[in-house]
């Protein structure tokens, strides 16, 4: 089974669709980061459903209480949030309709792929040369032509992408590795015993980042219980000192004695 996210573009019907193993906030933050980036703008209101990456409830005034990520993607693409009205289906039909006729048209024909960034790739290509091309009835016109008037109504993007990345805090251990889903990743030894924020991408990149937020360790993540994985540079000097250690002098220990 494969989950994936679709956002249409209200006036053109265009739309964009990005696979995903998850359907957590941060690959539903990625799905409208990867549209955004697809349609080449931002369009000024944002329509969700009410999953809970986006909308944690609707209150007793029926005022919405947005998720605070979600939120922060709001504010860093300028786009006014918006959710769907419970109960109320026809508020987002032409998702919807989407949804089901990339079910129809897409994965029928595409049964197998050897990845999801391969998925991905084919998804865009298809978009391209078929969803975008497909006619509209009522319009007698494709979502590629509609488009043409719609992207002047769009928002410029960002200088950069909203960072969908997960992160979390670690502690340095006194062999200077940091432990992460079952595997140890070296950092610098300078950084012994101190506490590190990391970040995961989504394509399973990990950057751990000192406590004055620079980047001091880049990773890519291991298969669970593959062990540790290490930077030779991170440990350089921990290595020469317990090099100078074994070929010290034996005279050295007679003094001692």
């Known amino acids: ?58 209150d ?32 987002k039909g032409k998702t919807e309709r989407m949804v089901g006729y990339v079910k129809q048209h897409f994965f029928q024909r595409y049964r197998q792929f050897e990845s999801y960034a391969h998925l991905n790739q084919l998804l865009q290509l298809w978009l391209e040369r078929v969803a975008d091309q497909r006619p509209l009835r ?3 016109q494709t979502p590629a032509e509609r488009f043409a008037a719609e992207v002047e109504t769009l928002q410029a993007l960002p200088a950069t992408d909203f960072d969908t990345r997960y992160h979390d805090l670690r502690q340095v251990g006194w062999d200077g590795y940091i ?26 990149e990990l950057t751990v980042y000192s406590p004055a937020g620079d980047a001091i360790a880049q990773h ?13 540079e991170h440990h350089a000097a ?8 074994q070929q010290r002098d034996l005279r050295v220990y007679e003094e001692v004695l």
């Open 179 to 204: 432990e992460v889903r079952g595997n140890r990743y070296s950092v610098p030894e300078s950084y012994c015993g101190q506490a590190v924020v990391i970040r995961l991408s989504l394509n399973d």
């Open 238 to 245: 921990l290595w020469q000192q317990t090099l100078s250690v």
């Open 60 to 91: 007793r005034d029926h005022r919405v209480i947005f998720n605070t990520g979600f939120l922060q993607l709001a504010n860093h693409y300028g786009f006014a949030p918006k959710a769907c009205r419970p109960q109320r289906p026809r508020t």
């Open 220 to 232: 890519r993540l291991q298969v669970p219980q593959a062990g540790w994985r290490t930077v030779p």
């Open 138 to 140: 009522q319009f007698r």
């Open 1 to 58: 089974k494969v989950s994936f996210a679709v956002n249409t573009l209200g006036y053109s019907r265009r739309f964009h669709v990005w696979a995903a193993p998850s359907q957590d906030a941060e690959h539903t933050y990625e799905a409208l980061v990867q549209a955004f980036r697809y349609f080449g703008g931002v369009p000024r209101t944002v329509l969700v459903d009410n999953q809970k990456a986006a909308v944690l409830k609707h």
